[in-house]
DNA sequence: TTTCATTTTGAAATTGATTCTCAATCTCGA
DNA sequence: TCGAGATTGAGAATCAATTTCAAAATGAAA
């Protein structure tokens, strides 16, 4: 038996999450979801479906992309991953199992990603909301701009 | 010489503008792009291309879609409309002409978008940026959800 | 175990918004 | 009026994502 690397907590708990989510729908365990859903929670940050699939192929290669966004689409609907549509392209998948509400900011020179939590923010779009009658869902608030390094990188 | 309808003060003035920014560079006036400029600025809100097409051929039914794309992308680089990209696909266009910066409340249900300015908001945010050793360029904040309208209408 | 209805898969086709290409047509300064 | 250069519309191309479909895999019941 193959030792494996040791992996977050989180990890564990979300393939049990799964596991659970997939049986209560009638849903399959299979394979290509397993490797797939490993691969994924072995990385951390905002992954493209790209980037993972390049992740999830050098594995297994017979993997096949729509399998990799179906799978994605699955990890999202049971709440274990959420999908962000920053601007430019594709949307990219950060691991939601215990993590709180978070915003973003982003280089648009690098690429990196920094997150943030501001309740005071939170407080002030709630507010907004309810003078306009609105009964809020979800919201996105996302600073592009360029990060430290790459100020200093640019003098 | 036929009259013209009334408009919005503004409209001229962009229109103005926009007759200096493409002298400036060395385009050329276009029947098509007056026609699609002056339906853009006559109209309010939060327009896709794809609206904009319909209202546009409604009036000369041999524009095509290519060149109302060409056009906003003008308007926007020359400052006078702002692309907007929220949930769900097209881009959508405003008139930019003095307008103050300001973010948006979109009804996922109805998709009627409201506009918000909350200047303590975007103070916040410029603190946690400034937190991050961040330089922002833009950003953006929508809130979504349910529009006052449809939660009555649903119940 | 075997059966087999149901789910899943990978590849390829499709979608939808947008951009690009290109030949024909227009614009505007000389 | 001329002609270099810009613009046009149609259709092709792009790109991420979804759908289709026939073959393969899964798992509950027998
Ligand atoms: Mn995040
Ligand atoms: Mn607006
Ligand atoms: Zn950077
Ligand atoms: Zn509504």
């Avoid at 989180?10 to 394979?31: D, H, M, V």
């Avoid at 951390?44 to 399998?67: M, Q, W, Y």
């Avoid at 509400?101 to 005071?120: A, P």
């Avoid at 600073?143 to 100020?151: D, P, S, V």
Wanted: net charge positive; hydrophobic share 35%.
């Amino acid at each position: 038996m193959k030792r494996v690397a040791a992996r977050k907590p989180s990890a564990a708990a979300a393939r049990e999450r799964l596991a659970s989510w997939i049986a209560s729908r009638g849903l399959k365990a299979t394979r290509q979801r397993d490797l797939i859903v490993d691969t994924f929670f072995t990385q951390t940050g905002h992954l493209s479906v790209d980037e993972l699939l390049d992740k999830v192929t050098a594995r297994d290669s017979s993997i096949g992309a729509a399998t990799v966004y179906r799978t994605m689409k699955i990890l999202t609907d049971a709440g274990l991953a959420s999908a962000r549509h920053f601007e430019g392209g594709q949307t990219r998948y950060e691991a939601a199992l215990d993590r709180h509400h978070h915003d973003h900011l982003i280089c648009t020179s690098c690429g990196r990603i920094f997150e943030f939590e501001n309740e005071r923010i939170e407080e002030l779009q709630a507010r907004v909301a309810e003078q306009h009658g609105f009964r809020v869902t979800h919201h996105k608030l996302e600073l592009y701009g360029l990060c430290k390094a790459c100020q200093e990188r640019q003098q």
